[in-house]
């Protein structure tokens, strides 16, 4: 009941609505470009799985026109420029990761951080979308739940030669998740989504694929501070 009281209050066409949508629907967009590129870089440097990675990299494209039309459907040009800003940093981290050849480190940004961030945006919206965008978001979470996650089982069976280096990549870019949802805090309240239920879901999507890699409740409390401190 209360889901639907609050999506009743919001008005998908009012000016203000529309403006913070734009910067939203970009980064969703962006985000699942970005996983597409990530999958396709990833199967280059573990040509073994090729066939899998490039399998995920159409499902994200697949996401991305599901986007696309999210924001289409309420006359929104999605602001790209913005967006491109928004994943700039991870953006750069995997890309220099890629070019030195350390597959943990891109598996951790793509396949634990932004499936994370990005499972948690979608769980936190859909109770507040439009009744297009969320028929949409629903197909999107499902798939991201329903398809084996390659990273995790990847990790998982590599975990003890990974640890080290996933250890550090999560130093590394942990903070930059707090940069982003105190960025985009304002516009997320705007569509009816609060950032303390975003840091939450996606601390619980990040603590659990890290538990599913083999880490201790232990080392993951450890390693989720290096985020807090960011906030």
Known sequence: MQEL??????????????????????????G???AHQNYIDMAQLLPEHQEELIR???MENRHKKGFEACGNNLS??????YAQEFFSSLHGNFQKAKAEGKIVTCLLIQSLIIEAFAIAAYNIYIPVADPFARKITEGVVKDEYTHLNFGEVWLQEHFEESKAELEEANKANLPIVWE?????????????MEKEALVEDFMISYGEALSNIGFSTRD?????SHGLVAA
């Open 32 to 34: 699942e470009q970005e």
């Open 5 to 30: 009281v609050q999506r009743s209050e919001l008005d998908f066409t009012n000016p203000t609505y529309k403006d913070a949508y734009s910067r939203i629907n970009a980064i969703v967009i962006e």
């Open 76 to 81: 929104v040009t999605p602001d790209m420029q």
């Open 180 to 192: 982003m949802l105190n960025q985009v805090e304002g516009d997320a309240k705007v569509l009816g």
């Open 56 to 58: 995920l990299s159409k």
């Open 220 to 224: 993951i409390m450890r390693m989720s």
